[in-house]
């Protein structure tokens, strides 16, 4: 049985945003569930205390002139707000003496222990927050993002960088600014799209101002922050430009803090505050950024992996043609590996024109068709000259189970070999749910007197696999047929070949193939002009040799049949017949 990715469902949804808010409850509560974490005065502090940005009021009484026993009633106080943060070293011996020891140790027996109204609380926040960013993902966000590997990912990815926020609030007195969330937002737009990476970053941000009682200030800093790193982030290919892209980012979020500390403070204190070296908080928004790009740049592979990405050193890997997959197909399906290669070319040319990942597909098409080395005489690209079709001699539901065994055994193959299983997914998609029509109808035609309870139905002639799911997909899905279908026209014109590529674009559509392919009409549009142009170009003619031309001439003419001559029968087309593309 063939065993495709799996979608996020309702249920499955709702299973993994509560194990995800589980965890991220512990961890960020896991201080104050632990007895021996409480600070107590006179000893040194277990961990770094840290009392959030807060506005603390100050009441002035101003003094009465002229005798007056009672001021306007306007007057009679002028409250003044300062907004701090606190930060108590781990190892401070604390004292009740000092104002900042007592706020922290105050904030801090607050929290203690945690009850379970305030334990479920957090957990219900975290929870619909996940369920808010699921949600999201699986209906506005790139197609990876619908199945439960990816999002299995993503959440490993953004529940690191919460583990590395929390470790770097209990145990070091860098400003929260440090804290280099925009990694996230890298590494999703390096595996998806930018709008995968602002969507992720947001709830990063969220989650990390969360273990400061979602700080106002380090909540923004941070949400610009990865606005701003997708996008300065546009060329993937080059991941380098993540470390230019944090420093940018870093930059404009110095920036905002300024404006911010205005807002809050009247007064941004830009001397001072960066005489303070690395507790300066405009120094952490820049250099928050300019970590999180170097973070980005050196973890991508394994983020790459864990959100189920192939990353471009992998594909490039892939693409050796002496690799052993490869040269199996070579060798014993030559045909088919022509085939592939071919289709190479159009589906790498039609995914640079929209802006999809072309390297992966062109990996994609050299191993789409890697099960048809297992009975590689049941396509017509592998039969020698003269050589008769073994579909001849079966029934048609057989000949179409034939068919439809590459799809399932070139999974495999795949799957065994260690292929990574974004390359795998074109094996199991290029012909997505569609059916075998030449054989359907072959069948129906030898049984049009068999009852409904002994006829077979439509769908023992339908592949086993799913349809497409992302952009490069579905572009080898097309290509595929198209490829094949270019074969067939006589004058190889522009026109000509736009016309062919519409009726296969129709029909896929018509049969609802591309539905989840996230491809939209102005890709299509402008994959059309671009495929058309490639054929062209692919079926340019040549100037003849003169021994050609001097051979042509002495050949002769052919007499045309008479009686006792039948018309010579030309062996039909199994390509198209067999496996309709």
Not at 173 to 186: G, N, Q, S
Request: proline share 6%.
């Amino acid at each position: 049985m063939l065993v495709t990715r799996v979608r996020v469902g309702v249920l499955s949804g709702l299973a993994l945003c509560a194990v995800v808010a589980a965890l991220m409850t512990v961890i960020g509560s896991f201080e104050v569930l632990l007895p021996f974490t409480r600070p107590t005065f006179g000893k040194p502090s277990p961990l770094v205390m840290r009392v959030p940005l807060g506005a603390s009021a100050t009441s002035v009484r101003p003094p009465l002139s002229g005798g007056s026993q009672q001021a306007p009633r306007a007057r009679l106080f002028d409250v003044q707000f300062e907004h701090r943060r606190m930060v108590v070293d781990r190892g401070t011996v604390l004292l009740p003496n000092i104002e900042e020891h007592r706020i922290a140790v105050d904030f801090d027996a607050a929290r203690r222990p945690p009850t379970a109204a305030r334990l479920g609380s957090t957990f219900l926040l975290y929870f619909l927050g996940c369920i808010i960013l699921s949600s999201y993902a699986v209906r506005f966000g790139h197609a990876r993002l619908r199945l439960v590997r990816s999002q299995v990912g993503l959440y490993a990815v953004i529940l690191s960088m919460f583990m590395l926020g929390k470790l770097l609030l209990l145990f070091t007195t860098l400003p929260a600014f440090w804290i280099p969330t925009a990694a996230v937002a890298l590494w999703a737009a390096l595996s998806f799209d930018r709008k995968a990476g602002l969507l992720l970053d947001m709830g990063a941000a969220f989650l990390t101002a969360s273990l400061l009682s979602f700080d106002v200030m380090l909540l923004s800093v941070l949400v610009s922050r990865g606005i701003v790193v997708s996008l300065l982030f546009v060329n993937r290919k080059q991941p380098r430009h993540m470390i230019f892209a944090g420093l940018g980012a870093g930059v404009v979020s110095a920036v905002g803090y300024v404006a911010l500390s205005t807002v809050f403070q009247q007064q941004a204190g830009i001397r001072e505050d960066l005489a303070l070296g690395f507790d300066s908080q405009l120094l952490a928004c820049v250099g928050g950024g300019l970590l999180a790009g170097l973070l980005a740049n050196i973890g991508r592979e394994p983020a790459e992996q864990m959100m189920g990405h192939v990353s471009r050193s992998r594909l490039l890997d892939l693409t050796d043609i002496e690799s052993p997959l490869l040269r199996k197909m070579a060798a014993e399906a030559p045909g088919s590996w022509e085939h592939s290669r071919t289709m190479a070319n159009l589906a790498e040319a039609a995914a640079a024109s929209i802006g999809a990942d072309s390297l992966l597909t062109r990996v994609g098409a050299y191993y789409h068709d890697l099960g048809k080395t297992i009975q590689p005489t049941y396509f017509v690209e592998n039969l020698a000259h003269g050589q008769t079709s073994p579909h001849e001699e079966l029934e048609p539901e057989v000949s179409a189970d034939a068919i439809m065994a590459h799809v399932v055994m070139g999974t495999k193959i795949l799957r065994d070999g260690g292929v990574p299983e974004p390359v795998v997914e074109f094996a199991y998609t290029h012909h997505g749910t569609q059916v075998v029509e030449f054989f359907w109808n072959k069948y129906q035609e030898r049984n049009p007197d068999l009852g409904a309870e002994l006829r077979l139905g439509e769908n023992h002639f339908r592949y086993p696999g799913m349809k497409p799911m992302t952009k490069e997909t579905a572009i080898l899905m097309l290509v595929d047929s198209i490829e094949a279908a270019s074969r067939t026209i006589d004058s190889p014109t522009h026109e000509r070949f736009v016309e062919m590529i519409r009726r296969v674009l129709f029909t896929k559509l018509a049969s609802g193939q591309l539905d989840d392919s996230g491809l939209t009409v102005i890709d299509l549009r402008v994959m059309v002009n671009r495929m058309a142009s490639a054929l062209v170009n692919m079926s340019h003619g040549r100037v003849k040799y003169p021994w050609q031309r001097d051979k042509a001439a002495e050949r002769p003419v052919p007499k045309a049949p008479g009686p006792e001559q039948p018309i010579p029968q030309t062996q039909p087309n199994e390509q198209k017949a067999v496996d309709p593309k």
